[in-house]
């Protein structure tokens, strides 16, 4: 953001204009988008110079003319190169020249050779560049930026989608695992990812992956972290979810200013990059002719060389297919041999008056953008797959080698836009030997695509076209990468300055530091308070973040066992380093749980409990004397089922902050005041903990402590045991929170002009769902006034943990999950719904669950709508009457649970309304006064609906049984658990709230009996397709819940690793 003009600064000079030099790799794939990027900046005021060899500035001579014509800030800088160097020919100045598979490697090393000339360019500039933006396998770049004290970015050619399953590789060890494996058909599963992504040893991420090419690809992970940022050709509405997850997982950030395609791209002037001439007019003038959306268009890229049996195959299956279509052979395919010639004059004579063959370059996004085409067989190069999505083309997917196969993931699988041709193994880059492709499966896979009138092929049209025209929304003015662009010049524009030696000028631009692990730096570099890490927090995406993981040490680290002397990592790496250097057999794993006293903290935890000793664990809960003898009868029902589960009592004393003695849980507080005594008081519980712990025939292999058990972090750490933390909410609510810290949201909502504004809305930065706040629904469970302590050790806490256990499943939250562990840097243990492991409601039950249950029965299937807003709001009289009133209107058939401490605490005249309530509605509604079995409520086949307050548990359970919801937040993560049901997964109806409650009591609130019954009725009549599909979508959740909890499910596995992870970490 640019600071106010001021009387002192008006004396000032004005701004340099920002300069970013551009280093591309000499290949043309790389140089096209780089050429596009650079002409962005320039259109947008920086000026941009692009650094290439002298036969691809020859190439770009008319780019540059154009350019010039146009008073544009862009030049085509040309560097000495000598590919004699590397023993090869002295044309070979681009990849495209380069005629067989062993000079790849000659052709890299020698582009080394650029980093003096570049060097010495740099240096002869009368200011130092705002920027170097290199390409992601131009590593000699980043000592050049070092050593001169220049920030720079890399660029990533592929998509996000590829370039986080490539850097998920590489942090988990995939590679390891696959080079241990002879067969090349095995599957192995991306970890880590949004999606679920199955690779082969052939198909497996990586550039580098082949032997003899670690070194380069050591160079370039270096090269990476060395870097500021990433810019990517891409764009947010095509990639959220893997963009936040890329950005979370590398630690910086990533600019997306895609489709570069879009920016006014001039293909006469781009024509000379190729390497043959083409005659655009003749090009136009027969698509022209040619009926809408008829035209299948074949290119394969201009690196591959189809061999002439590939060449034939391909020719004639597109006459075969009995479609119109416009072919691209490269010259030197056609070329080859006489008998090619020969066989392509016939081929072109034969299909004249339908076909049209291009020998040479072709201007890609013109024909795309032509009305006439309607499909695209493609390589899958990302810049040609991207070319398609911008202009709404569908495709035929024929993947050949590099990031091409998971490209054809992206198209065929995420985005619902492509036709896989069928090919499983990858061919050589310079030629295609082992291609198994014939004539049949061309002409199939053009048939489909441009025939295809079933309701998938309407489909994938349908999405293409969408998704153009999201990417011309996205480099418009005011989309997501126009808005990038502006902020990537704005965070450079005074960066550049008198050329200074690296020590002196280079600041916080240094290289980090490699060898040391740091597996959550990312995150702890924000926090001075817990973190060795020097900066301040970063402000958002225009704003660089501390140092990222060291990727080397990580993937070496998931190898430790095969590597001696390896360091461990963490408390709980020491722990298993121990167990394994002795020779004892491993002892019952121990897992001790320290949950909050409050009754939507404890229920989870005690269904881990169960769930971890059902699984063979010994799972001891501390709390309280008085949830001690609330969960009595858990304790008995483990007792009688011979399951090592117990409840440990610990003493507390809610008097040490001024409470009442029976004040031994939240859900017993009575005003706002009392929360924070409460929080504090809870803190006693350390010492009776750590001696509980002490007294132990053997140390714990785990703890694992909610998260505002902040007391129980110092206790792990004192006696070296592993801890996980307990995180109640959603991981899309977690995910929220933490990136609003990483991101300074609340810094930002403080500091805004309108801050006083309760409606102002914000963006939730990082997310890969578009995510808005008000001031008084920003992530947090901390943000009042005078609770910033207790924030800043909860986060401290978290940091020191090991991992956190969350409730939730995969197939729920698999997005969520995903960026929420790459942004923490810790495992992520999904381990939900734990409502569905075996609850026995008998045991927590102080109400007849016969009598709801014989209610039940007698309902109509569907029918009845369970009201219930959890253990600790509560309703003022005038709100309870809302509510029931509201109830009576809807004419529907409910099952209200109302709290006995809303009785009790209220007046005689409210006792009397519910009788008269309950004699009124006594044919279709039954009103439970107290605590109600809710699992087994929504379990039953009467109940249709729920209309809840949005906690993560009430939801949850919700979703675990397939009922939709009608959505009444209150607080703390309720307004973004509202978002996550109604907005991503579907399955919600809003009531219409916008503002927070108090925690304990609701003056303020808004609704009325007319919201209640409205959102019941839409909730439990809508017949319409909105309706339908909500109530499709939970039913499928439901399924999901149960089919994660089964035996081979994502959850039961996620429990069985966890108990295998910490078996052997207790010790004497």
Request: proline share 6%.
């Given at each position: 953001?640019?600071?106010?003009?001021?009387?002192?600064?008006?004396?000032?000079?004005?701004?340099?204009?920002?300069?970013?030099?551009?280093?591309?790799?000499?290949?043309?794939?790389?140089?096209?988008?780089?050429?596009?990027?650079?002409?962005?900046?320039?259109?947008?005021?920086?000026?941009?110079?692009?650094?290439?060899?002298?036969?691809?500035?020859?190439?770009?001579?008319?780019?540059?003319?154009?350019?010039?014509?146009?008073?544009?800030?862009?030049?085509?800088?040309?560097?000495?190169?000598?590919?004699?160097?590397?023993?090869?020919?002295?044309?070979?100045?681009?990849?495209?020249?380069?005629?067989?598979?062993?000079?790849?490697?000659?052709?890299?090393?020698?582009?080394?050779?650029?980093?003096?000339?570049?060097?010495?360019?740099?240096?002869?500039?009368?200011?130092?560049?705002?920027?170097?933006?290199?390409?992601?396998?131009?590593?000699?770049?980043?000592?050049?930026?070092?050593?001169?004290?220049?920030?720079?970015?890399?660029?990533?050619?592929?998509?996000?989608?590829?370039?986080?399953?490539?850097?998920?590789?590489?942090?988990?060890?995939?590679?390891?695992?696959?080079?241990?494996?002879?067969?090349?058909?095995?599957?192995?599963?991306?970890?880590?990812?949004?999606?679920?992504?199955?690779?082969?040893?052939?198909?497996?991420?990586?550039?580098?992956?082949?032997?003899?090419?670690?070194?380069?690809?050591?160079?370039?992970?270096?090269?990476?972290?060395?870097?500021?940022?990433?810019?990517?050709?891409?764009?947010?509405?095509?990639?959220?979810?893997?963009?936040?997850?890329?950005?979370?997982?590398?630690?910086?950030?990533?600019?997306?200013?895609?489709?570069?395609?879009?920016?006014?791209?001039?293909?006469?002037?781009?024509?000379?990059?190729?390497?043959?001439?083409?005659?655009?007019?003749?090009?136009?003038?027969?698509?022209?002719?040619?009926?809408?959306?008829?035209?299948?268009?074949?290119?394969?890229?201009?690196?591959?060389?189809?061999?002439?049996?590939?060449?034939?195959?391909?020719?004639?299956?597109?006459?075969?297919?009995?479609?119109?279509?416009?072919?691209?052979?490269?010259?030197?395919?056609?070329?080859?041999?006489?008998?090619?010639?020969?066989?392509?004059?016939?081929?072109?004579?034969?299909?004249?008056?339908?076909?049209?063959?291009?020998?040479?370059?072709?201007?890609?996004?013109?024909?795309?953008?032509?009305?006439?085409?309607?499909?695209?067989?493609?390589?899958?190069?990302?810049?040609?797959?991207?070319?398609?999505?911008?202009?709404?083309?569908?495709?035929?997917?024929?993947?050949?080698?590099?990031?091409?196969?998971?490209?054809?993931?992206?198209?065929?699988?995420?985005?619902?836009?492509?036709?896989?041709?069928?090919?499983?193994?990858?061919?050589?880059?310079?030629?295609?030997?082992?291609?198994?492709?014939?004539?049949?499966?061309?002409?199939?896979?053009?048939?489909?695509?441009?025939?295809?009138?079933?309701?998938?092929?309407?489909?994938?049209?349908?999405?293409?076209?969408?998704?153009?025209?999201?990417?011309?929304?996205?480099?418009?003015?005011?989309?997501?990468?126009?808005?990038?662009?502006?902020?990537?010049?704005?965070?450079?524009?005074?960066?550049?300055?008198?050329?200074?030696?690296?020590?002196?000028?280079?600041?916080?631009?240094?290289?980090?530091?490699?060898?040391?692990?740091?597996?959550?730096?990312?995150?702890?570099?924000?926090?001075?308070?817990?973190?060795?890490?020097?900066?301040?927090?970063?402000?958002?995406?225009?704003?660089?973040?501390?140092?990222?993981?060291?990727?080397?040490?990580?993937?070496?680290?998931?190898?430790?066992?095969?590597?001696?002397?390896?360091?461990?990592?963490?408390?709980?790496?020491?722990?298993?380093?121990?167990?394994?250097?002795?020779?004892?057999?491993?002892?019952?794993?121990?897992?001790?749980?320290?949950?909050?006293?409050?009754?939507?903290?404890?229920?989870?935890?005690?269904?881990?409990?169960?769930l971890l000793a059902a699984h063979g664990a010994r799972a001891s809960l501390v709390t309280t004397p008085l949830n001690a003898?609330?969960?009595?009868?858990?304790?008995?029902?483990?007792?009688?089922?011979?399951?090592?589960?117990?409840?440990?009592?610990?003493?507390?004393?809610?008097?040490?902050?001024?409470?009442?003695?029976?004040?031994?849980?939240?859900?017993?507080?009575?005003?706002?005041?009392?929360?924070?005594?409460?929080?504090?008081?809870?803190?006693?519980?350390?010492?009776?903990?750590?001696?509980?712990?002490?007294?132990?025939?053997?140390?714990?292999?785990?703890?694992?402590?909610?998260?505002?058990?902040?007391?129980?972090?110092?206790?792990?750490?004192?006696?070296?045991?592993?801890?996980?933390?307990?995180?109640?909410?959603?991981?899309?609510?977690?995910?929220?929170?933490?990136?609003?810290?990483?991101?300074?949201?609340?810094?930002?909502?403080?500091?805004?002009?309108?801050?006083?504004?309760?409606?102002?809305?914000?963006?939730?930065?990082?997310?890969?769902?578009?995510?808005?706040?008000?001031?008084?629904?920003?992530?947090?469970?901390?943000?009042?006034?005078?609770?910033?302590?207790?924030?800043?050790?909860?986060?401290?806490?978290?940091?020191?943990?090991?991992?956190?256990?969350?409730?939730?499943?995969?197939?729920?939250?698999?997005?969520?999950?995903?960026?929420?562990?790459?942004?923490?840097?810790?495992?992520?243990?999904?381990?939900?719904?734990?409502?569905?492991?075996?609850?026995?409601?008998?045991?927590?039950?102080?109400?007849?669950?016969?009598?709801?249950?014989?209610?039940?029965?007698?309902?109509?299937?569907?029918?009845?709508?369970?009201?219930?807003?959890?253990?600790?709001?509560?309703?003022?009289?005038?709100?309870?009457?809302?509510?029931?009133?509201?109830?009576?209107?809807?004419?529907?058939?409910?099952?209200?649970?109302?709290?006995?401490?809303?009785?009790?605490?209220?007046?005689?005249?409210?006792?009397?309304?519910?009788?008269?309530?309950m004699a009124r509605t006594a044919t279709r509604g039954l009103v439970v006064r107290g605590w109600a079995p809710q699992v087994?409520?929504?379990?039953?086949?009467?109940?249709?609906?729920?209309?809840?307050?949005?906690?993560?548990?009430?939801?949850?359970?919700?979703?675990?049984?397939?009922?939709?919801?009608?959505?009444?937040?209150?607080?703390?993560?309720?307004?973004?658990?509202?978002?996550?049901?109604?907005?991503?997964?579907?399955?919600?109806?809003?009531?219409?709230?916008?503002?927070?409650?108090?925690?304990?009591?609701?003056?303020?609130?808004?609704?009325?009996?007319?919201?209640?019954?409205?959102?019941?009725?839409?909730?439990?009549?809508?017949?319409?397709?909105?309706?339908?599909?909500?109530?499709?979508?939970?039913?499928?959740?439901?399924?999901?819940?149960?089919?994660?909890?089964?035996?081979?499910?994502?959850?039961?596995?996620?429990?069985?690793?966890?108990?295998?992870?910490?078996?052997?970490?207790?010790?004497?």
């Amino acid at each position: 953001m640019t600071a106010p003009m001021t009387a002192e600064s008006t004396t000032q000079p004005p701004s340099p204009q920002p300069h970013f030099v551009l280093a591309p790799l000499a290949a043309h794939g790389h140089v096209i988008p780089m050429v596009d990027l650079a002409a962005l900046l320039a259109a947008h005021g920086a000026r941009a110079s692009l650094v290439t060899t002298p036969l691809n500035a020859t190439r770009l001579r008319g780019v540059a003319d154009k350019a010039a014509r146009e008073k544009l800030p862009l030049e085509i800088v040309e560097l000495p190169f000598s590919p004699a160097v590397a023993g090869l020919p002295s044309d070979c100045q681009n990849a495209d020249k380069l005629s067989e598979d062993a000079q790849l490697t000659p052709f890299l090393i020698a582009m080394r050779a650029l980093d003096a000339p570049f060097e010495a360019y740099v240096r002869a500039l009368e200011r130092r560049p705002s920027c170097i933006i290199s390409d992601w396998c131009n590593t000699w770049a980043a000592g050049v930026a070092w050593r001169l004290g220049i920030p720079r970015l890399f660029f990533h050619g592929p998509s996000c989608f590829y370039s986080l399953c490539d850097l998920n590789a590489v942090v988990h060890g995939l590679h390891e695992q696959i080079v241990a494996d002879d067969e090349q058909e095995t599957t192995y599963v991306v970890p880590r990812m949004p999606v679920r992504v199955t690779v082969t040893k052939g198909t497996a991420p990586g550039f580098f992956n082949f032997p003899g090419y670690e070194a380069l690809r050591d160079e370039a992970i270096e090269a990476m972290l060395a870097a500021d940022g990433v810019v990517v050709n891409t764009f947010l509405d095509l990639e959220a979810q893997f963009v936040a997850c890329y950005e979370a997982a590398l630690g910086k950030p990533v600019w997306t200013l895609g489709p570069l395609c879009l920016h006014n791209r001039d293909d006469e002037a781009m024509a000379s990059c190729g390497t043959g001439s083409t005659d655009l007019r003749a090009i136009t003038a027969w698509l022209d002719e040619q009926v809408t959306g008829s035209v299948v268009y074949v290119s394969f890229g201009s690196v591959l060389r189809k061999l002439p049996k590939h060449l034939f195959e391909v020719g004639n299956g597109l006459e075969d297919s009995g479609k119109p279509f416009l072919w691209v052979v490269k010259e030197s395919e056609a070329s080859s041999r006489p008998e090619v010639q020969e066989w392509l004059d016939e081929f072109m004579a034969r299909t004249a008056t339908r076909g049209l063959v291009v020998r040479g370059w072709a201007p890609q996004v013109t024909i795309l953008s032509h009305r006439a085409v309607g499909g695209f067989l493609t390589h899958c190069g990302w810049n040609s797959l991207l070319e398609a999505i911008a202009r709404g083309v569908p495709v035929a997917t024929w993947p050949h080698f590099a990031d091409q196969f998971l490209n054809e993931r992206l198209a065929v699988d995420v985005l619902g836009v492509g036709v896989p041709i069928g090919v499983t193994a990858p061919v050589s880059m310079l030629n295609e030997e082992s291609l198994t492709v014939d004539r049949g499966d061309v002409a199939r896979v053009v048939s489909v695509l441009m025939d295809g009138g079933g309701e998938e092929a309407e489909e994938r049209r349908r999405k293409a076209k969408e998704y153009g025209e999201q990417a011309r929304r996205a480099m418009a003015k005011g989309g997501s990468s126009y808005e990038n662009v502006m902020r990537l010049i704005a965070r450079f524009s005074n960066t550049g300055g008198a050329m200074t030696s690296a020590a002196s000028a280079a600041g916080s631009f240094l290289p980090h530091s490699l060898g040391t692990d740091r597996v959550s730096d990312n995150i702890k570099s924000l926090f001075p308070s817990s973190s060795t890490a020097s900066g301040a927090a970063s402000a958002g995406r225009d704003e660089y973040r501390g140092s990222p993981p060291d990727l080397l040490s990580r993937r070496q680290a998931t190898s430790r066992r095969s590597h001696a002397g390896a360091m461990p990592q963490s408390v709980a790496e020491k722990a298993v380093m121990a167990a394994e250097s002795t020779a004892q057999a491993p002892a019952q794993p121990h897992f001790v749980l320290a949950p909050l006293a409050a009754h939507g903290h404890l229920i989870p935890m005690v269904d881990l409990a169960g769930l971890l000793a059902a699984h063979g664990a010994r799972a001891s809960l501390v709390t309280t004397p008085l949830n001690a003898t609330w969960l009595r009868g858990v304790a008995g029902k483990a007792a009688r089922e011979k399951l090592p589960l117990e409840i440990v009592e610990l003493p507390f004393s809610p008097a040490v902050a001024g409470l009442p003695p029976d004040y031994q849980s939240a859900d017993k507080l009575s005003e706002n005041e009392q929360f924070t005594p409460f929080v504090k008081a809870m803190r006693a519980l350390d010492a009776p903990f750590e001696a509980y712990v002490r007294a132990l025939e053997r140390r714990p292999s785990c703890i694992i402590s909610d998260w505002c058990n902040t007391w129980a972090a110092g206790v792990a750490r004192s006696l070296g045991i592993p801890r996980l933390f307990f995180h109640g909410p959603s991981c899309f609510y977690s995910l929220c929170d933490l990136n609003a810290v990483v991101h300074g949201l609340h810094e930002q909502i403080a500091a805004a002009a309108d801050a006083d504004d309760e409606q102002e809305t914000y963006v939730v930065p990082g997310m890969p769902v578009r995510v808005t706040v008000t001031k008084g629904t920003v992530p947090g469970f901390y943000n009042a006034p005078g609770c910033e302590a207790l924030r800043d050790e909860a986060i401290e806490a978290m940091l020191a943990a090991d991992g956190v256990v969350v409730n939730t499943f995969l197939d729920l939250e698999a997005q969520f999950v995903a960026c929420y562990e790459a942004a923490l840097g810790k495992p992520v243990w999904t381990l939900g719904p734990l409502c569905l492991h075996n609850r026995d409601d008998e045991a927590m039950a102080s109400t007849d669950q016969r009598a709801i249950t014989v209610w039940l029965d007698k309902q109509a299937t569907g029918s009845v709508v369970y009201v219930g807003f959890g253990s600790v709001l509560r309703r003022l009289p005038k709100h309870l009457f809302e509510v029931g009133h509201g109830l009576e209107d809807s004419g529907k058939p409910f099952l209200w649970v109302v709290k006995e401490s809303e009785l009790v605490s209220s007046r005689p005249e409210v006792q009397e309304w519910l009788d008269e309530f309950m004699a009124r509605t006594a044919t279709r509604g039954l009103v439970v006064r107290g605590w109600a079995p809710q699992v087994t409520i929504l379990s039953h086949r009467a109940v249709g609906g729920f209309l809840t307050h949005c906690g993560w548990n009430s939801l949850l359970e919700a979703i675990a049984r397939g009922v939709p919801v009608a959505t009444w937040p209150h607080f703390a993560d309720q307004f973004l658990n509202e978002q996550l049901a109604v907005d991503v997964l579907g399955v919600g109806v809003p009531i219409g709230v916008t503002a927070p409650v108090s925690m304990l009591n609701e003056e303020s609130l808004t609704v009325d009996r007319g919201d209640v019954a409205r959102v019941v009725s839409v909730l439990m009549d809508g017949g319409g397709e909105e309706a339908k599909e909500r109530r499709r979508k939970a039913k499928e959740y439901g399924e999901q819940a149960r089919r994660a909890m089964a035996k081979g499910g994502s959850s039961y596995e996620n429990v069985m690793r966890l108990i295998a992870r910490f078996t052997q970490t207790g010790v004497e």
